[in-house]
């Protein structure tokens, strides 16, 4: 069992909060753990061939061993480092689609650390898009392996204060940037078959990817027998507050602990509310609500559902997996 001093002594980290990307990256060249902002949420990254700094991230974030982590590169010359078997698909997906909120997964190369890809022989590798993400990853020297930087199962953080409530005092820097453009997290498409499969949605869709690969199915567990996405087993994105989905807000009346997202205006009013002017609105700020109503003892949160086209598709995947 682990005595009390221990975990206070595991837990008690100076995290220090910068605005340069060259410092931030330092922490990473020694072997720490550091938060950034990408262009769908912030990450938490570590050198990927360091297992210890591996390590760091699982325990910082209490995430469970067997979801695996993405690869974050600054310039395609680093995909070599991870992977040697970029099949055809990959390739016209990395052309349309680099830098951007795509996470393309391919064969790994025996020098990616199974604990980087949860005992996987494939690794997902991604170009963040933006110029502060490439900055850092530029200085790092080295692809670096980030998930969400969240306590598992919490809301994924788009803003630094939010990466600082989850993991202050546990990691040891976050480079401090604005509040990220897209807001919910990058698209996973496997491509370690000739058919490449959607393992999880983002902004960029479906029609997409298809538009650049015809032959792309969406992954269904129910269809496809083995678990190609780990992570999507996992409890996610939840809030303390119970999350309800609504189609229609005329069913809403008021309530005191209750708070409302949409694109529509409810005439019932709610302690807290957000009417987003777009579905690209509703998705950037959707898991910032979920905090704010946290930190407001918020007990409901109704989320108005949208059309499963374009990023309302993601959207609408993380707000089910939020109300489960
Ligand atoms: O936008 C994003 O993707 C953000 C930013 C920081 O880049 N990252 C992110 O990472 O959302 P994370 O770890 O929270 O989610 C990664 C997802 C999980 O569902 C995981 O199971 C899946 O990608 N994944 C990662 N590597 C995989 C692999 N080799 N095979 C299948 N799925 C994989
Ligand atoms: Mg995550």
Redesign the pocket.
Known sequence: MRSPLFCVKLYLVQTVITTSPEEAAEYVRRGGVVAFP?E????LGANIFDERALHKIFSAKQRPAD????A?IAETGQIAELSDEIIESAKKFIDAFFPG?L?I?VRKTRSVPLIA?AG?D???I?M?GSALANRFLSACSTPVA???ANLSGRP?PTTWEAVFEDLGGRIDCILKGGRTEIGI??T?V?CTSRVPRL??SGSISVEQLRGIVPETEIYSPNKHTSA?????RHRHYSPNARVIIIENTAELSDEPNAAFIGVSRPSARFRQQQICLTEEEYARSVFEFFRECDRAEIKIIYCESVSETGIGTALMDRIRRAAE
């Not at 979801?67 to 993405?70: D, K, R, S, V």
């Open positions: 990408t769908t949420v912030y990450g979801n695996p982590l993405i974050h909120p996470t997964v890809t996987l494939t690794i997902g991604r963040a980030a998930p969400s994924s997290e990058s996973v496997d393992l999880r190609r996405s780990p992570g999507m």
